[in-house]
């Protein structure tokens, strides 16, 4: 009876570990030899065994308590033992292996998703050059397209005090007169360091492709950069090399040729002008053909846009001298006759227009008509005398008014300049040629201007010496 108690006692161990271990198939034949097993427990617990058997029915035959099955059954129900922890074992490590890979894939999974993001985190910190981040514009991006196209309206450059630059030397010298930048479109990286770029750490950098720099550029060439900056304030930037300008101003009156007034701006500059001003009549002085033709004169000497003729008078010094620029001259004859003076024509024949156009015969309703009569009227009582033009006119600061050779010069142009004594300006020419071009009259004059200026101002400083050396003597 001790017997079959420890049998079942360890029978009962195996069946615990067995069944922990995940073994059913065990716990179902228990069930289903119970009743063997109070019977004959070693047979059912080891069936294969039969010389085991056989020595423990022996043993019960004759009585005796047998050592030796019993130690045969500690050894057995040990290496039962054993094999269920080895099972236990294996399906632990197997279990341990399965937690390592997936630690292993979970790792493997953290390492890409880390070097992905490391990727993405380096390409971020990629794009930028020389340490100013820029963005790359997709496709079907449609920034530059709007910008472009809304920077090139008049109306929207008034309104919303934003304008259009292209190229690098344009873009170079606003940035470098102090003009603010929005945004910069460059499709190369050496695009972009031929600017300043000190100067553009407030600006939006965008890349984007030559294509479409090359689709909304209005150069032949494009230089693959476009700028959208805010319309630059003449009193708010600086102007270099203002040391060698003179006390000579240029008044565009009724200009609306973009090249002739982007023209005429870039000879003042060249001339050294101390400002350029214009009537309400002119184009508008930041439309891209102007500036093109211009070739960065909005940024070497202050421009004052649409003016009235009070406030261009305002902008003159007050002990100044208008001159008005006349092509009604009489044609050149020889080198040494000089056209007499003659009585004041109509607004439409001043300035450097045709006189042989055909206004008059131009069908126009009567209102028009009696607007031009009394125009002539007005001008009648006009009297400024004509001088030409490299006779003594720029002794003092000076201002020289160009009209546009549709429109030519208005009545009060004239007006100002009868009042600060000036005169008409002409420049002789031979018979077969009929005028000059607005912008190339406007250089001679400039340049003659400026040549006057400066002998002058050598002439009065030699008289100042002069007379300081005389009074210290």
């Known amino acids: 009876m001790a017997m079959h108690m420890k049998y079942t006692s360890c029978l009962s161990s195996v069946e615990r570990v067995m069944f922990l271990s995940g073994a059913n198939s065990f716990s179902v034949e228990c069930k289903r030899y119970v009743r063997g097993l109070r019977r004959r427990p070693v047979s059912v617990m080891f069936p294969t065994d039969t010389h085991l058997t056989a020595a423990v029915a022996k043993d019960k035959k004759d009585g005796t308590t047998s050592r030796d099955g019993g130690d045969l059954m500690k ?17 632990g490590s197997n279990t341990m292996k399965e ?61 919303q005090g934003k304008i259009l630059l292209e190229g690098r030397r344009l873009i170079r010298d606003a940035l470098n007169s102090g003009a603010v930048p929005q945004t910069v479109f460059f499709s190369t990286a050496e695009r972009l360091r031929e600017l300043p770029l000190d100067k553009l750490s407030r600006a939006s950098l965008v890349k984007v492709q030559f294509e479409d720099i ?51 701006l870039r000879c003042a500059a060249a001339a050294g ?40 008078e305002d902008h003159l010094p007050k002990e100044v001298t208008v001159h008005v620029a006349d092509s009604t001259s009489q044609p050149l004859q020889n080198n040494h ?25 131009t069908q126009v309703e009567e209102d028009e008509c009696e607007d031009e009569d009394e125009d002539e009227d007005e001008d009648e009582g006009l009297s400024v005398d004509t001088r030409l033009y490299h006779q003594h006119w720029a002794q003092s600061p000076t201002a020289l008014v160009v009209g546009g050779e549709t429109e030519g010069l208005s009545s009060a142009a004239l007006q100002v300049a009868q009042k600060t004594k000036g005169h008409r300006l002409c420049i002789p020419m031979v018979p077969e040629v009929d005028s000059l071009n607005s ?35």
């Open 337 to 361: 006759q000089e056209p007499a003076s003659h009585a004041p024509c109509k607004p439409g024949d001043l300035g450097w227009v045709s006189v042989k156009s055909g206004r008059h015969q």
């Open 439 to 473: 912008a190339m009259a406007a250089s001679i004059l400039l340049f003659e201007g400026r040549k006057q200026l400066l002998q002058a101002m050598q002439t009065s400083t030699k008289n100042w010496s002069a007379k300081a050396g005389g009074q210290l003597s």
């Open 99 to 159: 937690g390592s890979n997936m630690t292993k894939e979970g790792s493997n999974i953290t390492t890409k998703e880390g070097s992905n993001i490391m990727k993405t985190s380096h390409h971020v910190a990629a794009a930028n050059i020389d340490g100013y981040p820029f963005e790359r514009a997709l496709p079907g991006d449609k920034r530059l397209a709007t910008l472009v196209s809304i920077a090139r309206s008049r109306t929207f450059r008034e309104k």
């Open 75 to 91: 050894k057995r129900s040990n290496i039962m033992m054993k094999e269920g922890s080895n099972i236990m074992m294996k399906k």
């Open 273 to 312: 002008c101390h400002s350029v001003l214009l009537t309400k009549g002119c184009v508008d002085v930041w439309e891209p053909k102007v500036l093109r033709a211009a070739m960065g004169a909005h940024f070497h000497l202050p421009i004052h846009p649409s003016l009235s003729w009070e406030e261009v």
């Open 214 to 264: 090359k689709l909304w550029s209005d150069m032949v060439a494009p230089q693959g950069v476009i700028a959208i900056f805010s319309r630059p304030d003449a009193s708010r930037l600086h102007f270099a090399e203002r040391a060698h300008s003179v006390p000579l101003s240029l008044i565009c009156d009724q200009v609306r040729n973009p090249g002739n007034l982007g023209t005429m």
